[in-house]
């Protein structure tokens, strides 16, 4: 879901637009992409929520036919009345957001995972970021996992080091293995100097047919510990709960199935980390905006 440019940008500077770029105040830039990095449609989904909550504005659109195969990921037709309106290409939309409230803009970047060229168009959003004077990239992506949907979603992370990351306070993600954009853009930031944090829910796999809003809501609540920002999860934590009693009242008509999540919850509970549930989030925050300034002091 791409949003719907509006008339107008309410943080465009008329004196300063640098190309027709919008002057954004010390800004974060958060990325998902469907397709592999997005079990569950989990990633796209929280920044999806975000560009509604904030209203987001298009800034560039990637153009989609250096990048994608249009027979793995199809254009689709919109129609009305039996009338075709118009067709929709995959692309990736890179939108600015004011959050209200806060003294830091977003820059939201949303698209599928593209088929060809993968470092000319990491190298395209790494180059608007350096315009836009983003200055900490958070990519977002889903994964499958035997996690039980009872439980609270494992959210794991990575940052541009082990300091970095231990300072964030993300539980250290130890996966190694084939890689997705997500996994590419990252390494692109960090090749850019750019601070980058990357995001992983572990979405359980026997429910992967169907969009995970606790999921959603693991990364959302996540991100607003790491970066500070102030985010309105609206009803989202209503629906993540109707969606985990719906689930339960599923899987409760299979003996099977209830006896497999039921594994899975008690080694769920042998395993959950005790550092994790002490995690404070306004000390993450504080350490967040400390990380910051030296880093700028550092540049000076």
């Known amino acids: 879901m791409s949003p719907t440019p509006p008339e107008k940008h309410d943080n465009l500077d008329n004196s300063d637009?640098?190309?027709?770029?919008?002057?954004?105040?010390?800004?974060?830039?958060?990325?998902?992409?469907?397709?592999?990095?997005?079990?569950?449609?989990?990633?796209?989904?929280a920044v999806e929520h975000l560009a509604l909550a904030w209203d987001a504005t298009p800034v560039r659109?990637?153009?989609?036919?250096?990048?994608?195969?249009?027979?793995?990921t199809r254009p689709t037709i919109r129609q009305k009345d039996?009338?075709?309106?118009?067709?929709?290409?995959?692309?990736?939309?890179?939108?600015?957001?004011?959050?209200?409230?806060?003294?830091?803009?977003?820059?939201?970047?949303?698209?599928?995972?593209?088929?060809?060229?993968?470092?000319?168009?990491?190298?395209?959003?790494v180059e608007l970021a350096?315009?836009?004077?983003?200055?900490?990239?958070?990519?977002l992506g889903a994964l499958l996992a035997d996690a039980p949907h009872t439980r609270?979603?494992?959210?794991?992370?990575?940052?541009?080091?082990?300091?970095?990351?231990?300072?964030?306070?993300?539980?250290p993600s130890r996966y190694e293995g084939p890689t997705g954009i997500t996994g590419v853009l990252a390494d692109a930031f960090v090749q850019a100097g750019i601070p980058t944090v990357?995001?992983?829910?572990?979405?359980?796999?026997?429910?992967?047919?169907?969009?995970?809003?606790?999921?959603?809501?693991?990364?959302?609540?996540?991100?607003?510990?790491?970066t500070g920002?102030?985010?309105?999860?609206?009803?989202?934590?209503?629906h993540a709960a109707e969606w985990e009693a719906t689930i339960t009242d599923m899987i409760s008509e299979d003996d099977d199935m209830a006896e497999y999540v039921q594994e899975l919850e008690e080694s769920s509970d042998e395993?959950?980390?005790?550092?994790?549930?002490?995690?404070?989030?306004?000390?993450?925050?504080?350490e967040f905006e400390k990380y910051l300034r030296r880093r700028g002091d550092s540049e000076a």
Not at 152 to 171: I, K
Not at 229 to 238: E, P, V, W, Y
Not at 274 to 284: F, H, M
Request: charged residues 20%; hydrophobic residues 40%.
């Open 152 to 171: 609270p979603v494992p959210v794991t992370g990575t940052a541009e080091s082990t300091e970095a990351t231990a300072r964030l306070g993300l539980q």
């Open 198 to 226: 990357s995001l992983w829910a572990a979405v359980p796999h026997y429910v992967s047919h169907t969009s995970n809003p606790k999921a959603t809501l693991a990364l959302l609540t996540t991100v607003a510990t790491v």
């Open 17 to 45: 637009r640098r190309g027709g770029l919008p002057v954004l105040r010390n800004p974060i830039l958060i990325a998902a992409f469907s397709g592999w990095n997005d079990a569950a449609d989990s990633a796209t989904g």
């Open 130 to 139: 350096d315009d836009l004077g983003v200055e900490l990239a958070v990519v």
């Open 61 to 72: 659109e990637v153009d989609p036919d250096d990048f994608y195969d249009y027979q793995s």
């Open 271 to 286: 395993d959950l980390s005790d550092a994790l549930l002490r995690i404070d989030g306004d000390e993450i925050a504080a």
């Open 229 to 238: 920002l102030s985010i309105d999860l609206g009803m989202l934590a209503d």
């Open 82 to 125: 039996g009338v075709t309106r118009r067709i929709e290409w995959p692309s990736t939309v890179i939108s600015s957001c004011v959050v209200p409230g806060g003294d830091r803009d977003v820059v939201l970047v949303l698209g599928p995972e593209p088929n060809h060229r993968w470092r000319a168009y990491c190298r395209q959003i």
